[in-house]
């Protein structure tokens, strides 16, 4: 066929790393996988429950484009509940498939031909791709280890130009496990107010922070009005295949969105949403219960990297591990490959988060304290042999 049939957008895009290690993990037998971002928690039978109920009851067809106002106004009474935040239900809020077409409709709303977006990095690998097909241009800031994976004011300065519009932040960070502290994105409110750039807040492990009270970006004083918040019920309510999101914005900027996304979804499943109505209504408590589940697995699995000399800083949220893997002398890719090869323990390597990533690896301790037990006895057996 003639490859000019596919556009160079989509011929330029990269096929995503992780999904690489997974699939090459699912062909084997007996490997422990610490590659995917999945919580291991079913979704709790309550919310099951009502999804069930609503198809049973021939709730079938679809939604308002904005979602059910029944299950936007459950959202904006735990925006406010949960993060002292104030959308409307009627102008502000999308319930959107999942939180990676929240990001989609985002950046295609705001970007025009050539506009320039900073993203920090390590970053989700579908941040740079996103941007590029909405014909943006990501421009990645580096970070390290020292600087707790998180950039300052004066790294968005250096790669400021006059076709900057908006800062991709996320915190907690996929696949860092970094939080950005309310100190700290009032200092990166201050300079995109400066500048008068907009910030697109992937907040989709609030939930998931395990040492400090959660700052949303948008609740800093003023910065509402510039914020685009992304989140959903993937992460923080086990809801992984549901695919239900949603995204929170001015009305200014809600309405652009929403034009997107009613030609290009329509609508997010009805039974979906039923579920997630359930789940903000009586389920905080399951994502309590997770939560401090996913702490004391952090603990473990943090220390026991450390002992075993892979340098690991302890992230303050999500449920990823980032250790350096720089003293092996080998590449994040190489590492990673042998580690599967030879111990069966599937893990993804930095590089694919970008440059910044090169020398570490992530790794998921969203598994059982028995997987991971034994994950750490080959990761260390691997190290030693090494």
């Not at 309510?237 to 549901?242: R, S």
Request: hydrophobic share 40%; charged share 20%.
């Amino acid at each position: 066929m003639n490859p000019t049939y596919v556009s160079k957008a989509a011929q330029q895009i990269k096929p995503s790393g992780i999904r690489k290690f997974f699939d090459l993990a699912s062909t084997m037998e007996g490997v422990i996988s610490l590659g995917v971002g999945e919580p291991d928690f079913v979704t709790a039978w309550n919310v099951r429950e009502a999804s069930i109920l609503s198809l049973e009851q021939g709730y079938t067809s679809y939604t308002a484009n904005a979602g059910l106002l029944s299950l936007r106004k459950e959202i904006s009474h735990y925006l406010k509940k949960r993060f002292h935040l104030d959308y409307s239900p009627d102008e502000e809020l999308i319930v959107t498939v999942g939180a990676s077409q929240a990001l989609d409709i985002a950046v295609r709303a705001i970007l025009n031909p050539g506009e320039e977006v900073l993203i920090p990095e390590p970053c989700f690998v579908a941040y740079e791709a996103l941007v590029a097909l909405a014909g943006g241009k990501p421009v990645h800031i580096q970070t390290s280890a020292e600087q707790g994976f998180k950039a300052s004011p004066k790294d968005f300065e250096a790669a400021l130009t006059k076709r900057t519009k908006a800062i991709l932040l996320s915190t907690p960070s996929n696949p860092t496990g970094s939080v950005y502290s309310k100190t700290e994105l009032e200092e990166i409110a201050a300079f995109a107010e400066q500048h008068d750039l907009l910030v697109i807040a992937d907040e989709i492990y609030a939930e998931l922070t395990y040492d400090e009270p959660y700052a949303s970006f948008a609740s800093i004083n003023g910065m509402k009005q510039r914020t685009i918040l992304i989140s959903g019920f993937s992460k923080g309510f086990a809801m992984t295949g549901w695919r239900l999101g949603y995204v929170a914005a001015p009305t200014f900027l809600r309405d652009p969105m929403l034009k997107i996304h009613q030609y290009s979804m329509m609508c997010a499943p009805s039974m979906a949403q039923f579920g997630a109505e359930e789940a903000l209504k009586n389920g905080l408590d399951d994502v309590d219960k997770m939560k401090k589940s996913y702490r004391r697995r952090r603990n473990l699995f943090i220390d026991a990297l450390n002992d075993m000399g892979l340098d690991c800083h302890r992230p303050g949220g999500a449920f990823y591990a980032f250790p350096s893997i720089k003293k092996t002398g080998m590449s994040s890719e190489a590492f990673a490959e042998s580690l599967l090869l030879n111990e069966k323990i599937a893990v993804v390597p930095g590089s694919v988060f970008g440059p910044s990533g090169e020398g570490y690896i992530r790794c998921s301790y969203a598994s059982s304290i028995e997987q991971l037990q034994e994950a750490l006895v080959r990761m260390k057996r691997f190290i030693e042999s090494s």
